[in-house]
């Protein structure tokens, strides 16, 4: 079995296959298209590593330079499936669950990216020790011109291949309050940097509330699978899934403004009426995502303004868990109050059969 030093020789080799390969990426948007290669020495399911993957170290966060500052596998302190998982005890600890190792569409910065509106983050797999880059297509919420974007400076709505235009940052580093622009699915930004906080999750009952489980596939099979926050930024609300799917994953039916502040975020469909779940249809409870993206009723877990949207009878308060300034409502007597108060590849969040939000590790044994 041969064995590679590092991951930019196979990146640059993969590269010029993936430029030939643009009919394919056009018709599957996966990374179907490169051939076939001997495996590095690979950590992933099943095999041993001396750390969690995390996300690749590099400046300028997800654009610019191409990376993504993470760290090593989490150490849950009240996870949904663990109570104080440690990290580094194998490939399961990370969201990889490739069989093999990565070969397509590999990366080292945005740069070496052949399509339009592609961007290079990590893939949350390793081999000898180097973390796996890999260019995937734009998660940023759609455009018709740059002012539907954030700002002109930082942002062009760029077509992002094979089709629609997105607003896409064009500089270093991310801000918070459009860290859903910015930072790919389970990733946040702290401190001008995408951190990564992927959780692993074979299903959504591993994920906490508010979550889903997020499948990443390839040529070969899934790649990773890890929770990813719902409630992300969108625009098209005539058509949603230019805004709410990404990589086959849906993060909801529905582009609406669910908590009423002026901006609408995806959102999945109400019981079965059809319709968008917001607010202002419960009846005093707020919206809750169900399995899936797409599928949400009214409950007691979800989106809020103030502490009024929220059952104070129950013990319920409007927390911002995350760095967008969006609140949600969970119960009082948690052990965080904030993402940023966990560690690397956790989320501060109410674990998935309710309570009050703690430090989540997905299904990290």
Known sequence: MSQIKDAKPIA???????????????????????????????????????????????????????????????????????????????????????????????CDTDDDCAFSGWVCIDSGCKADGARIKQCVPSWAPSCSSVNDCPNGTDYECTTVAPGGERCVRVTGGCSPATETYDCAPGFSCEGG???????????????????????????????AKYCARVSRTCRDVAVPENDCSWLGNSFGSFCDDVDGDGTAECTGERGATGEACVNADCGGSVCETGAVGSAATCGDYG???????????????????????RKECVQTGGTCDQVTDCDPQQVCAAPRNGGPPSCQAGNVP
């Open 12 to 106: 640059t080799k993969k590269l010029a296959i993936a430029r030939s390969a643009m009919a394919c990426v056009l018709l599957a948007l996966v990374f179907g298209c490169g051939d076939a290669e001997t495996s590095p020495v690979y950590i992933g399911p099943g095999t041993g590593g001396s750390t969690g993957s995390g996300g690749a170290s590099g400046s300028g966060g997800i654009t610019g330079s191409g990376g993504i500052t993470g760290s090593g596998g989490a150490a849950g302190t009240g996870g949904t499936a663990s109570t104080g998982g440690t990290g580094g005890s194998g490939g399961g600890v990370g969201p990889c669950v490739a069989s093999t190792p990565p070969d397509d569409f590999l």
């Open 193 to 223: 940097t995408c951190v990564d906080r992927r959780i692993p999750c074979d299903t959504y009952q591993n994920c906490p509330k508010s979550h889903i489980c997020l499948t990443v596939s390839g040529g070969l099979g899934p790649i």
């Open 303 to 325: 989106l809020c303004r103030t502490n009024n949207d929220c059952d104070l009878v129950g013990g319920f308060v409007c927390v911002g868990l995350w760095q967008d300034g």
